[in-house]
Nanobody, 126 residues
Framework: QVQLVESGGGLVQAGGSLRLSCAAS????????MGWFRQAPGKERDFVAT????????DYADSVKGRFTISRDNVKNTVYLQMNSLKPEDTAVYYC???????????????????WGQGTQVTVSS
């Protein structure tokens, strides 16, 4: 029912920055938590960050804590991921997804999310 389109990925050298965007259409996601996940070739989809429906609560994987910032603009129906101090191990396809509605604890596993976008490639060179 909801469509998600990620953008903002690209090629960057280690230490650089990128800002990913996830635009939702078809329905509003303002009442739902949102998440960012990533998947490197040959690996499972991995938790990166989540944000509550109000934007007041965020959660980050230890590997990105202090470097990445998730945010959302419910008026624009968009969620963002600001990525700073990028490392080669950040290289992956990054996906956004819709999480649970208000009143449900925000998960940190892909199984707790739905309506995945098509992903955007982030490549960090050493």
């Amino acid at each position: 029912q909801v469509q998600l389109v990620e953008s903002g990925g690209g090629l960057v050298q280690a230490g650089g920055s990128l800002r990913l965007s996830c635009a939702a259409s078809g329905r509003t996601v303002s009442r739902y938590a949102m998440g960012w996940f990533r998947q490197a070739p040959g690996k499972e989809r991995d938790f990166v960050a989540t944000i509550s429906w109000t934007g007041g609560t965020t959660d980050y994987a230890d590997s990105v804590k202090g470097r990445f910032t998730i945010s959302r603009d419910n008026v624009k129906n968009t969620v963002y991921l600001q990525m700073n101090s990028l490392k080669p191990e950040d290289t992956a396809v990054y996906y956004c997804a819709v999480g649970p509605a208000f009143g449900v604890k925000v998960p940190t596993t892909p199984s707790g999310f739905a309506s995945w976008g098509q992903g955007t490639q982030v490549t960090v060179s050493s």
